[in-house]
């Protein structure tokens, strides 16, 4: 019996490893869709790491939920660190084989991590009700279909199950101890288990076993299809993303916007300005972006970073005032076109063509045109996400390729071509103010 | 001679001078007629404090921030790189400018295309004058006590991280600041910038000026300060829309420096 429960262990281990990593790969390859830029490394970008994705720095502009996410994550963090102990007993069939490893250190961590447990379930109740019956605004927006509603509260109710499932278990456990069953070597009282066993009381031994054992495989299997329900379609890459975006993310003044070097040489040519013969001569392939893989690797992985939070929306004024932008909706387009890309070249091999386009059937020209660029959505986000770099993108394939440009920024275009400045003044007037000086 | 002068850099170097900065006045305060207004205080605040400054005059063009924001890249580098061969051709090393706009696109845009010179905003100027002691407001001056709310713009506050310069110059005033409830690092867009200005907005509940205003309105302030020449258009606007333009003055921080010196 016992070889036999190690056995189902090793193969549903493997198993579920074996797709989180084909998950994993899958992901990387998804944002890889995207054009290549290069990223120089700096310690500016170490520091955003430890301040921004570790330190969670920008969550603290709001109190309530930075206290509360704060013990999900170190939960996560912390309660994960069990894994170890829950893992090596699956394989070879101990049962906590850290206790003789960490004496009286072992039940320092075991409280530890039931009081992160009990944190990670109430503030996950809180977030419950923030989301469903407080109906917190930033929540809900066109963009807030079904899907993306369901998956953040299933993954709310599951991080809810495992803690619950971890703390039976070890309440059960405590039980067993007390009446001194052989297999559950006396460890000693843990607050909180110990505290919920006379939830337990009057059960018998068999009973307690069962559902310790329950508890056991219901947490570790949980954990495993949690892992792989996180890599496959969910929102909540966050937790391993906001490291890697962080680190990636742009270190520069929010309001530079990247030069498009394609167009440097032609506007050189035109303007008689000598043209460096080491710059490329390359065709310059498309201006702007159309389709998701015109975007850069890094727009790709700040959509997979996003988590639906809201944030940015919730600061953006074109959205505060009732337009169609919301630079959530953008992240979450540009995440499912690059996720929809993905499945057609599998199915179809390279050349795949749905006869759709990021531009257009995901996003809209109204949003991308109600856009300000006043880096609130970027400034609002806790990872670093820039939704403005693919907006600016997307109008210059807008304007650039199409010549869709509206009637008056046409006009203003042609005035600044002709006149020198963006309105219908002769340029001759320029200087005209200096006769005000007296 | 008249009491106010604004070089012209061209005359400058034909005697063989240079300025000591550069003064980029941009389209707004060249043509526009209340932005007008801004450039005429700041020059005189720089003819009081004795800066060798000068203007490009004529020579001076938009420096392609709308086109590049709507997404015209070939506009802009068009114009960027005929104002960087004149800021070139004058050896400029240090550019002061009252729009954000401007500050924002020759201090991180140009470089990429050859443009490389010490780039600040006229909030900046006017703080590090008044901590150098070159400008100094008189005890109880004209705007001593009354009620005063800064709007951050965009392109000084969040794309390049300046909050408190304008903030510093302010206090000069001896004025009771306010601060509205979306301030600094949250302050809500006046709604002009990303070429917003030169377009109808897309269709919605509200005009995002207007949303700004009532919130500056509600601070209970006379009034505005501004420290760019769009938010100077998009706010009056505002609060002619709310209808308490005799009350409330929207005044760019040059104006209000200049008007509490009396120049």
Redesign the interface.
Known sequence: MQVLAQVIFGVIFLIANYFMVKNILRIRKTILLGKDVSIEASSQRWKNVILIAFGQKKMFKKPLPALLHLFVYLGFLIVNLEMIEIIVDGFFGTHRVLFPLLGSLYSFCINTFEFFAAAVIVACLVFLIRRNLIKVPRFSGVEMTSKPIVDANLILVVEILLMVAFLSMNACDYLLQQAGHEHYTSVGRFFISSSLSPLFAGLSSEALVFIERFCWWFHIIGVLAFANYVFMESKHLHIFLAFVNTYFARTEPAGKLQSMESVTREVKLMLNIPVETTETTTEPGRFGAKEVNDLSWKNILDAFSCTECGRCTQQCPANLTGKKLSPRKIMMDTRRRAQDMMKGIESQGKEFSDGKSLLGDYISEGEIMACTTCNACVEACPVLINPVDIIVQLRQYKVMEESQAPASWNMMFSNVENNFAPWKFSPSDRFNWVQKLD | M?????PLVSELVAKGENPEILFW?G?A????ERA??I??AF??ILNHVGIKFA?L??E???T?D??????????F???A??NI?VLNGYQIKKIVTACPHCF?TI???YP??GGNYEVVHHAQLLQQLIDEGRIKIKEGGSFKGKKITYHDS??LG????IYEAPRKVLEVLDAQLVEMKRCR??G??C??????????????????NV??TEEALQTGATIIAANCPFCMTMLSDGVKNKEKETEIKVYDLAELIALANEL
Do not use: W
């Open positions: 008249a009491k106010y002068t604004a006045v389209c305060g060249s043509f526009d007008k207004a450039t005429v020059v005189k203007v005059g004529h001076e063009s938009c392609g709308p086109a590049k924001r709507a997404g015209n890249e070939f506009l580098q068009m114009m790189m005929s061969q924002n201090k991180n845009e990429a295309l965009c392109y969040r794309a390049n991280q690092s949250t809500l867009c709604g002009a910038g990303g070429a917003q200005m030169f377009k109808e907005p897309e269709k919605g509940k509200k005009d995002i949303e700004r």
